[in-house]
């Protein structure tokens, strides 16, 4: 076994959404790490002075440099260069990878939080004994009273329950005929899609015995890209002879496109209106570059927007995380020649997500320089 010295250290729980995203990407790159509870006496006394909250995952490394967020942990390994790579090569790839993992890690917040809570009295003994080895009995309660209540922000009501397990089951169908054929989403290896993708397709709807049941009988093949996604390495033998590279030429695959049909009909108009109410804090608060826009600089909510879901009027909370995924499409976006940029402004048009980007939708140079305050969860 690695010696403490030398191994990460990720402070997370099982039962985390966003723990889980980084926890894949370690077993996925063979990294040695070791993943204490948020209960450990370290994380109150070292991790959240520095971090200055309490908030998971985060990583600690051999020589005490400390990084929160998922994100940022797997762009730390991969600004060292690891065996699988999470970007493709193709802008294209890259940049549709960028939405999925927003739709992952964001628009699927309200399939995790609804099939964990709003079925509590079937599932009440599996998420105690999670809360409580996480964090002990006696703050159990408290958590999990706190993590119920975020419902209502998240858009999470009996008008809209309806049309959030229809997605779920959509998506499964959709994935399902997908890894029929692939490992993973952009071929032989796992993208950030695949990354923000799993978050909530292990932590809550994988694991969890309701929705977790459903993938189960519903949707067996997306079930084992689960255990695949969390196994150590590349875990695909019923692809052999298939390799680990993404597909070549910038490919899409076409079993790919019912799942960018679905992440176009669900994320507008509310991520619309989520921008737009963010730019009119920016006008409201006028804050210098680098200096919080709201008076808590680390709130998760800023503030609620009425939307619609699949059709369905909701009022959902804010949360400006949304904008430190989405900005890297965009800096991709710039980084790529002319013709890339045309080709790929083309291909999302014709997905029904060219304004998916922030940037793609005439946010100001001013505007973007305020984007860093947004950055931290």
């Known amino acids: 076994m690695p010696s403490q010295e030398t191994t990460q250290r990720l402070y997370g729980v099982p039962h985390s959404l966003y723990t889980g995203i980084a926890r894949c990407y370690l077993r996925t790159q063979g990294i040695d790490y070791v993943e204490v509870p948020t209960s450990h006496p370290d994380f109150a006394q070292r991790i959240m002075p520095a971090i200055q909250r309490s908030i998971i995952p985060v990583l600690e490394t051999p020589e005490g440099d400390i990084v929160q967020d998922s994100l940022d942990i797997i762009d730390h390994f991969e600004k060292q260069g690891v065996r699988y790579s999470a970007y493709p090569d193709g802008l294209l790839q890259r940049v549709l990878a960028v939405i999925i993992q927003y739709y992952g890690t964001q628009a699927m917040l309200p399939h995790a939080m609804h099939y964990r809570w709003t079925y509590r009295d079937d599932q009440e003994g599996f998420l105690r004994d999670q809360f409580a080895a996480g964090v002990g009995e006696a703050m159990a309660d408290k958590i999990m009273s706190r993590m119920n209540s975020y419902l209502p922000q998240l858009g999470v009501n009996d008008h809209t329950i309806p049309e959030i397990e229809a997605s779920y089951e959509e998506l499964l169908d959709t994935l399902s005929a997908h890894f029929a054929e692939h490992p993973y989403l952009f071929g032989g290896r796992p993208s950030i899609a695949d990354y923000g993708l799993i978050g909530p397709m292990f932590a809550h709807l994988g694991r969890d015995p309701v929705p977790g049941n459903i993938m189960k009988v519903r949707a067996p093949k997306v079930f084992r890209w689960v255990e695949r996604m969390t196994a150590p390495g590349l875990d695909t033998p019923e692809f052999p002879g298939y390799g680990d590279q993404f597909l070549g030429d910038d490919a899409i695959p076409e079993t790919l496109e019912p799942l960018f049909r679905?992440?176009?009909?669900?994320?507008?108009?509310?991520?619309?209106?989520?921008?737009?109410?963010?730019?009119?804090?920016?006008?409201?608060?006028?804050?210098?570059?680098?200096?919080?826009?709201?008076?808590?600089?680390?709130?998760?909510?800023?503030?609620?927007?009425?939307?619609?879901?699949?059709?369905?009027?909701?009022?959902?909370?804010?949360?400006?995380?949304?904008?430190?995924?989405?900005?890297?499409?965009?800096?991709?976006?710039?980084?790529?020649?002319?013709?890339?940029?045309?080709?790929?402004?083309?291909?999302?048009?014709?997905?029904?997500?060219?304004?998916?980007?922030?940037?793609?939708?005439?946010?100001?140079?001013?505007?973007?320089?305020?984007?860093e305050v947004w950055e931290r969860r």
Do not use: C, W
């Not at 994320?267 to 006008?283: E, H, Q, W």
């Not at 009425?306 to 804010?318: D, L, T």
């Not at 060219?354 to 305020?370: K, S």
């Open 262 to 371: 679905q992440i176009a009909d669900e994320i507008f108009p509310m991520l619309t209106d989520k921008l737009s109410f963010m730019d009119g804090l920016i006008a409201e608060h006028q804050p210098e570059d680098g200096q919080p826009v709201s008076p808590k600089p680390h709130q998760r909510y800023v503030g609620a927007v009425e939307s619609s879901f699949r059709g369905v009027p909701v009022q959902a909370g804010i949360q400006p995380y949304l904008l430190y995924v989405l900005r890297k499409g965009d800096d991709m976006l710039a980084d790529g020649s002319a013709d890339d940029q045309a080709r790929v402004r083309e291909a999302l048009a014709a997905r029904g997500l060219a304004d998916a980007l922030p940037g793609e939708r005439g946010y100001t140079v001013d505007r973007r320089n305020h984007i």
